[in-house]
């Protein structure tokens, strides 16, 4: 089949970024994940890097200074960002979220004031939703804003928010109006940049994702500008997050494909290398099983990736197709990670080796950005809405 002239503009400039990406992995990222990790350091120069690269702009428009790649070519960023190293993946997830949500819903001048700065690094993002007592019940929460004048006085606490502490701003969701029936509309969602009253409480430690900061926040009337509720107007922040949550989902699907890709990379090459009873263990059928359900696993995830980041970039609804690939993908990972495990026997356990961190990894996957029990209910729900009868 002929490929016409912007489809193969945007297969040439794909293969170039991914082609930079492998070099950067390679040189800049891979010696240093085990330090990195292993004492929880976050990664400044890798960061610094990224930035260079455009890494923290890829899927913001050209018009605001981004690269404005497609989500496919995103995904692919992302899986081969986490076959080295998941937690770097983290660093732009929610800040594109947030940047999603801006370039979407925002006002012309919240993304001309936000976009660019967000592109280039300069500002560097996150999603505030989940708190102490809810998460995946969004429509639960306590942290409410009053309007007062110009500006609304926010008050509340939030948990587990990744890149808070090293990040100078959140998409921040509030209550404006905590009557409403029903919830959502009285939700909102906020560009909320550091200032008094707006506290990082703790920087919690992880099982695993290590390198990056995730904390708990507190807000003690601390006030934002009533120009930075996103697109202007109250009781719009479930829909707003939620519909960039899709973009989310798709980060994390191909988060899990990547860590699947690893665990399938170091099964593959250990079992050739590691002899038992005269011959390497691949020669035995019970680790061909394993091998071989393992690459199937990691292929069918990547076809679902690459599906949903396609639904995305034809603008339609993609919450069942971004929900089946993140059940899928990170399933993958994490069936791929115990796996792994086993076939290095007792070398999977040594912290000198990765698949003891990717066991680590693994399991946030299946948590965060909605738990895969919240996408198979996504999944269910919206095959009876496309199917009513
Ligand atoms: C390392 C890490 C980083 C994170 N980063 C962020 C971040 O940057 N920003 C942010 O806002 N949040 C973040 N989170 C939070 C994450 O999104 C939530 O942990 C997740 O959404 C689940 O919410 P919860 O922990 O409150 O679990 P709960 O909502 O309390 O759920 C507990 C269990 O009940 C199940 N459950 C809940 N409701 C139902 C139902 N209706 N039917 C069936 N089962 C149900 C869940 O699937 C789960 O198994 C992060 C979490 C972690 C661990």
């Known amino acids: 089949m002929m490929m016409n002239e912007a489809a193969r503009h945007d297969a040439d400039q794909e293969a170039l970024i991914l082609d930079m990406l492998d070099r950067f992995l390679a040189v800049e990222v891979q010696p240093h994940v085990h330090d990195l990790e292993y004492h929880d350091k976050y990664p400044e120069a890798i960061v610094e890097k990224m930035k260079e690269m455009g890494l923290f702009g890829c899927m913001i428009s050209q018009e605001y200074g981004g690269l404005?790649?497609?989500?496919?070519?995103?995904?692919?960023?992302?899986?081969?960002?986490?076959?080295?190293?998941?937690?770097?993946?983290?660093?732009?997830?929610?800040?594109?979220?947030?940047?999603?949500?801006?370039?979407?819903?925002?006002?012309?001048?919240?993304?001309?004031?936000?976009?660019?700065?967000?592109?280039?690094?300069?500002?560097?993002?996150?999603?505030?939703?989940?708190?102490?007592?809810?998460?995946?019940?969004?429509?639960?929460?306590?942290?409410?804003?009053?309007?007062?004048?110009?500006?609304?006085?926010?008050?509340?606490?939030?948990?587990?928010?990744?890149?808070?502490?090293?990040?100078?701003?959140?998409?921040?969701?509030?209550?404006?109006?905590?009557?409403?029936?029903?919830r959502h509309k009285g939700i909102s969602l906020f560009i909320a940049e550091k200032g008094e009253g707006y506290t990082v409480s703790k920087k919690l430690d992880k099982l695993g994702y290590r390198g990056i900061d995730t904390c708990a926040l507190s807000f003690?009337?601390?006030?934002?500008?009533?120009?930075?509720?996103?697109?202007?107007?109250?009781?719009?922040?479930?829909?707003?997050?939620?519909?960039?949550?899709?973009?989310?989902?798709?980060?994390?699907?191909?988060?899990?494909?990547?860590?699947?890709?690893?665990?399938?990379?170091?099964?593959?090459?250990?079992?050739q290398i590691r002899k038992t009873f005269g011959k390497p263990i691949c020669e035995h059928q019970a680790i061909q099983l394993k091998l071989a359900e393992m690459a199937t696993r990691t292929q069918s995830a990547r076809l679902l990736v690459d599906a949903a980041a396609h639904a995305f970039d034809q603008g339609q609804r993609c919450d069942m197709e971004a929900g089946m690939a993140k059940l899928t993908a990170t399933e993958a990972g994490f069936e791929n990670a115990h796996e792994a495990m086993r076939i290095f026997g007792g070398y999977g356990y040594s912290r000198e080796y990765n698949v003891e961190r990717l066991y680590r990894d693994a399991p946030l996957l299946v948590i965060g950005e909605g738990t895969n029990e919240l996408q198979k209910i996504i999944i269910a729900r919206q095959l009876i809405e496309r199917n009513r009868i």
């Open 68 to 182: 404005g790649l497609s989500a496919r070519t995103y995904a692919k960023i992302i899986e081969r960002i986490s076959v080295v190293w998941m937690s770097i993946s983290g660093i732009i997830n929610s800040h594109l979220i947030m940047a999603m949500a801006i370039q979407r819903f925002g006002t012309d001048k919240q993304k001309a004031d936000y976009l660019p700065r967000l592109a280039s690094g300069e500002l560097r993002g996150g999603v505030g939703l989940t708190e102490p007592d809810c998460g995946t019940d969004l429509q639960a929460i306590r942290t409410v804003a009053v309007r007062d004048g110009d500006e609304y006085v926010v008050n509340g606490s939030k948990m587990w928010i990744t890149n808070s502490l090293y990040g100078n701003c959140l998409a921040l969701l509030v209550k404006t109006d905590p009557q409403a029936q029903p």
């Open 220 to 271: 003690e009337n601390y006030r934002v500008p009533a120009a930075c509720l996103i697109g202007g107007v109250e009781g719009n922040g479930l829909q707003q997050i939620l519909s960039g949550l899709e973009l989310g989902r798709i980060n994390v699907a191909a988060r899990g494909l990547g860590l699947s890709q690893a665990a399938l990379n170091e099964a593959v090459s250990y079992s």
